[in-house]
Nanobody, 122 residues
Framework: VQLQASGGGLVQAEDYLRLSCRPS????????MGWFRQAPGKEREFVAA???????TYADSVKGRFTISRDNAKNTVDLQMNSLKPEDTAVYYC?????????????????WGQGTQVTVSS
């Protein structure tokens, strides 16, 4: 079971990026999925999560700017990031948990992708 994250890059403040996560080796349609990020020298932190049925939760720092979505038919989970700020710079990780309810704790997630770098310049 692997999670492949893609879509990171270098952008300027106020630009946008769309990250995509594609699980392989297993269907994640009944799993809750999340996005986390880790900036240099900081702990990994919650960004957004979505339950199997579409229930969504966001970190306060990204509310109104980021949108998480999933397509169970295509087995993908996306994170649309708008109005990016330099403080959004981090490695972004896709994660999955074998339960339907989305949570904000990284310790609840069993599966992790390799991460994709997002850098926002001022």
């Amino acid at each position: 079971v692997q999670l492949q994250a893609s879509g990171g890059g270098l952008v300027q403040a106020e630009d946008y990026l769309r990250l995509s996560c594609r699980p392989s080796g297993h269907t994640f349609s009944t799993y809750a999925m999340g996005w986390f990020r880790q900036a240099p020298g900081k702990e990994r932190e919650f960004v957004a999560a979505i339950s199997w049925s579409g229930g969504i939760t966001y970190a306060d720092s990204v509310k109104g700017r980021f949108t998480i979505s999933r397509d169970n038919a295509k087995n993908t989970v996306d994170l649309q990031m708008n109005s990016l700020k330099p403080e959004d710079t981090a490695v972004y990780y896709c994660a999955g948990r074998r339960y339907t309810v989305a949570t904000s704790s990284l310790y609840d997630y069993e599966y992790w992708g390799q991460g994709t770098q997002v850098t926002v310049s001022s």
